[in-house]
């Protein structure tokens, strides 16, 4: 199979930010955080090589798909036609459900 492209949603490029700072903050190392972030957006990437292998979650709605980055992250999608869609990325136990569920 061919790689799909992979797009984001705005969510998940305000979490992409909101992780390198808090890494940032936690590390108080700017190459940690980069790298953090650079490994967590090459995993989104690569979700475009095989965008039907991750967890189904048709719980928090209709096509998501759930992957987990590092024991660290957790990156929620979908694939909508032939393109991947990263809606959200939970960092550190965040509660994705919860989060997911009580969107608008």
């Known amino acids: 199979m061919q790689p799909i492209p992979v797009t984001y949603r705005p969510d998940a490029l305000d979490d992409i930010d909101a992780i390198f700072l808090y890494v940032l903050e936690a590390s108080q190392h700017f190459p940690t955080a980069q790298k953090f972030t650079d490994r967590l957006v090459d995993r989104c990437e690569k979700i475009g090589d095989a965008p039907f292998g991750a967890t189904i979650r048709s719980d928090l709605g209709p096509d998501l798909r ?30 994705y459900q919860a989060i997911i569920t009580n969107k608008p």
Do not use: H, M, Q, S
């Open 66 to 95: 759930i992957v987990p980055f590092e024991g660290k992250a957790v990156i929620l999608y979908r694939v909508k036609e032939d393109v991947v869609e990263v809606i959200n990325i939970f960092y550190r136990g965040r509660d």
